[in-house]
C-alpha cells in the first residue's frame, strides 16, 4: 500500500527507537507522531493500466545482460581481480585472464559481447577499492560511470550502486540548478553519516531543488534548502533512488533506483537514458508528491 497526505488524527501507536516519535496505525492508513503532532497518510489507489505501478515494475524492465572481465596481464595480482569482480558482482567463470598483450589494454569488461571499458589494472583497482564518499577525493571513483560505454547499467552490487549515487549528485551539483530527487529509504539515515548530511545542506544552499523522501522514523530532520517528504510506505522503505532531472535537458539527467532484497543485499541499475530517467522521477512525483 501506497500512503501518503498527512492529516491530523487521534492515533493509537507504539513507541519508537527515536525518542519523541510514534509510529502509528489509524483505519484510514499510517501515520507518526512527534511529540503532541500526529499525522496519517491515506492510502494511494493504484495507477491506471499501462502506466508504471512500482518501482519494482521499472527494475524489472532494466534487461540483465551477460557481463565479462578479460584481464591481458601475465600474472594479475589475485587481490586485484578478486576486488574487481566483486564490484561489478561478477562470477569466477565470467574472469578470463589472457595473458600479455601487445594490442589489448590490460583489463576489457564487455557486456554480451560489446566492450564497456578499457582500461589499466591499477586504475580500476584504484577506483573500486576507493570509498566513494560525497566528498570528493584524487582517486575519485565516479569517472567509471562516464568511461562506462553504456547509458544503462544493472547492477547488485552495492559499492557499485554507491558510486552511481555520488554520480548523479555530484552531476547536480555541477549543474547546480534543475531539481533531484532522494529516497534514503529511512530519514534517519540522511544525517546517520555526517558527511552524507554536509553534502546535502551544501546543495540545499544552491538554486537546485532538492527533495528527500523516506520513512520517518526520527524527528523532522533540521535541513536548510531540503524539502523533506516522509511517507510510511512500504515501498519507500525498501527503495534507494536518487534522481537528477537535468534542469529539463535530456543529456544532463541520469538516476539510480534500487530495491532492496535482503540485509545490505540490492538489485537496481543506474541510467542516463532519458526515457527511463523520466519514468522513475515521474513514477515517484505522481506516486508520492500528487
Not at 170 to 199: I, K, N, P, W
Not at 239 to 256: F, I, N, P, Q, R
Not at 259 to 264: A, S, W
Given at each position: 500500500m501506497l500512503l501518503r497526505e498527512?492529516?491530523?488524527?487521534?492515533?493509537?501507536?507504539?513507541?519508537?527507537?527515536?525518542?519523541?516519535?510514534?509510529?502509528?496505525?489509524?483505519?484510514?492508513?499510517?501515520g507518526h507522531c512527534v511529540g503532541s503532532t500526529c499525522h496519517t497518510y491515506k492510502a494511494v489507489a493504484p495507477l491506471p493500466d499501462g502506466i508504471t505501478n512500482s518501482f519494482h515494475e521499472l527494475?524489472?524492465?532494466?534487461?540483465?545482460?551477460?557481463?565479462?572481465l578479460h584481464l591481458y596481464h601475465p600474472?594479475?595480482?589475485?587481490?586485484?581481480?578478486?576486488?574487481?569482480?566483486?564490484?561489478?558482482?561478477?562470477?569466477?567463470?565470467?574472469?578470463?585472464?589472457?595473458?600479455?598483450?601487445?594490442?589489448?589494454?590490460?583489463?576489457?569488461?564487455?557486456a554480451d559481447g560489446e566492450e564497456l571499458l578499457e582500461t589499466s589494472i591499477d586504475e580500476l583497482w584504484s577506483a573500486v577499492t576507493t570509498t566513494a564518499e560525497v566528498l570528493h577525493t584524487d582517486a575519485d571513483p565516479v569517472w567509471l560511470i562516464d568511461r562506462l560505454e553504456t547509458s544503462t547499467f544493472r547492477s547488485q552490487s552495492v559499492p557499485q550502486l554507491v558510486v552511481a549515487s555520488r554520480?548523479?549528485?555530484?552531476?547536480?551539483?555541477?549543474?547546480?540548478?534543475?531539481?533531484?530527487?532522494?529516497?534514503?529509504?529511512?530519514?534517519?539515515?540522511?544525517?546517520?553519516?555526517?558527511?552524507?548530511?554536509?553534502?546535502y545542506n551544501v546543495l540545499g544552499r544552491t538554486d537546485i531543488d532538492?527533495?528527500?523522501?523516506g520513512i520517518p522514523d526520527r524527528a523532522p530532520l533540521d535541513t536548510e534548502g531540503l524539502i523533506v517528504h516522509d511517507a510510511d510506505s512500504e515501498e519507500l522503505a525498501r527503495?534507494?533512488?536518487?534522481?537528477?532531472?537535468?534542469?529539463?535537458?535530456?543529456?544532463?539527467?541520469?538516476?539510480?533506483l534500487?530495491?532492496?532484497?535482503?540485509?545490505?543485499?540490492y538489485r537496481g541499475f543506474w541510467t542516463q537514458e532519458p526515457e527511463r530517467v523520466d519514468g522513475i522521477i515521474g513514477y515517484l512525483t505522481d506516486t508520492y508528491l500528487s
Open positions: 498527512p492529516t491530523d488524527n487521534a492515533f493509537r501507536g507504539r513507541s519508537h527507537p527515536n525518542a519523541g516519535v510514534q509510529t502509528c496505525r489509524w483505519a484510514s492508513g499510517f527494475i524489472e524492465a532494466v534487461p540483465q545482460e551477460s557481463l565479462e600474472a594479475p595480482p589475485s587481490e586485484a581481480v578478486a576486488d574487481i569482480a566483486a564490484f561489478f558482482d561478477l562470477p569466477t567463470a565470467a574472469v578470463t585472464v589472457h595473458g600479455d598483450s601487445e594490442t589489448k589494454p590490460e583489463v576489457v569488461l564487455t554520480y548523479v549528485e555530484r552531476r547536480a551539483e555541477r549543474q547546480a540548478t534543475g531539481t533531484l530527487y532522494a529516497c534514503f529509504q529511512h530519514l534517519s539515515r540522511v544525517d546517520r553519516d555526517l558527511r552524507t548530511m554536509l553534502y532538492v527533495h528527500l523522501f527503495t534507494w533512488l536518487v534522481a537528477y532531472d537535468g534542469d529539463s535537458e535530456d543529456d544532463l539527467k541520469a538516476a539510480l534500487a530495491e532492496e532484497i535482503g540485509h545490505r543485499q
